[in-house]
């Protein structure tokens, strides 16, 4: 065994071992801000693990984009909202619980199954470097045997894009001035001020 | 590519000759680079804070500090130890675990982030595939620490100011990455060696600074603005926040927070110089002035001269960065919260947008000018 093998074992157990207790602490722990920041350990371990892959591209998306992005968010909107509500019992609560978790004995099963079926193949690629660059063959595939799913996913990002604009435009009316004698608002539309309104009533603030 | 001088060959040859095992003497070799760059950062930020000092002095019609050493270059290494030696105090009611771990997560990426800083073709600790990328990915992990500060110092001053800085990190980080891909486009390649390498053909007049007058702009107003300078230091205003998220610090908890802003500020110089005026490239290619004076490219002194002339080259154009940043932070007044989300969402983020439509179109009709 050499360094580098000795150095990827270590790195493996390390990884592991801070991947799993950070994930039993996001579900344990009380205090959800340890849970949103334990989470962000995680992610990173997972980032780790990536590298370990020789992944190095998708070990640098996974800290951009769950650790920079998704996590700061979460992190956001616990920070402002601060709600302080009691955990009030629920009757029959078990039944929620053990339905979930058969549901995640169940996934564990099947994730258990899927990975002893699979036929891993661990012996060819010891020691392989790639001959390119991750980033290259990523982009290759994106544009040749993997353009639907890319494009589908870019359609479905900007899908939610949208919404997230069209939700964060919107200005609401106060709750007093929906007279109940006005006419229903049409399907799938919220109440919202009229454009005219709207102009009118920044420009007064102006 | 000639092999030159192989400083880790010799390292560990040497090594290896005193009787140490090959494998032990790599793993000797492989901390030295890091603990080489560490020490330079921490240097660069020391030279950083005295030239903070002496310029904005100059901007005010001070002195300075003056009777700490030869114009008073000995002040930052005063403050260093002074904040090494005050008492590390942990107000009661804070969460204490998070209040340490803070001030940790800022520093550690920045940090970090020099893996990729190029002073030289060979003189860089790894030349990975994705180096900026890298850079962009380590800087999105501060914010984290930013708002772990923010909450644990149970403050609301801090709190806000924590939050303030999550949002504008994340907010400038979007039109910096998009500057970031116009320069990777025209060198077909993420690594910062390709960059500078694709930028060294004829000298000052390759530089992509020429190439990408938008995209320079907006990468250096974004830098300010992750670098929490003013005119965008909203997080720690103190007029509105006493200190931001530093208010509750002290000690070397604060020293943390403050090696990391200036160790940023000169990462971020750093990465201009290698994106945008051609790193470690002397403004005449020296590669060429050699061979018209008949020097071998093997030449040992010459490699030498190139290597020394490259460090000195990249860390003069990031303190030329640096000087343009203190200069601006001591003429500029601060924007307000609204203003700073309206300028990088309304207006940078669609001129970097422009900006990346444009490269590609150019790209395209003129490849030889842009990096076909």
Redesign the interface.
Known sequence: MNLAEGVQIVSFGLLSLMMIGAALGVVLLANIVYSAFLLGGVFISIAGLYILLNADFVAAAQILIYVGAVNVLILFAIMLVNKRQDFAPLPNAWVRQGATALVCAGLFVLLGTMVLATPWSTTKVVGAVPAQSSIVTIGEHFFTDYLLPFELASVLLLIAMIGAIILARREYLPEQTISPEKPQQPALTLPERPKELLIAGSDKKA | MNSGIDLQGIFIKSLTDFGIPS?AA??LWLPLPMFLMIIGATVGVLVTVWLERKISAAAQQRIGPEYMGPFGVLAPVADGIKLVFKEDTVPAKTDGI?FTLGPILVVIPVFLSYLIVPFGQNLVITD???GV??W???S??A??GL??SG?ASNNKYS?LGG?RA??QS?SY?IPLSLSVIAVAMMSNS?STIDIVDQQSSLGIFSWNIWRQPLGFLIFWICALAECERLPFDLPEAEEELVAGYQTEYSGMKFALFYLGSYVNLVLSALIFAVLYLGGWNFPVPIEKLASWIGVSETNSWLQIITASLGIGMTVLKAYFLVFLAVLVRWTVPRVRIDQLLNLGWKFLLPVGLANLLLTAALKLAFPVAFGG
């Open positions: 494998g790599k793993a998070l990975i595939g994705m990328f890298l962009i990915a380590f999105s992990i914010p984290i708002l772990m909450y709190l939050l999550a949002a994340i980080e993420l």
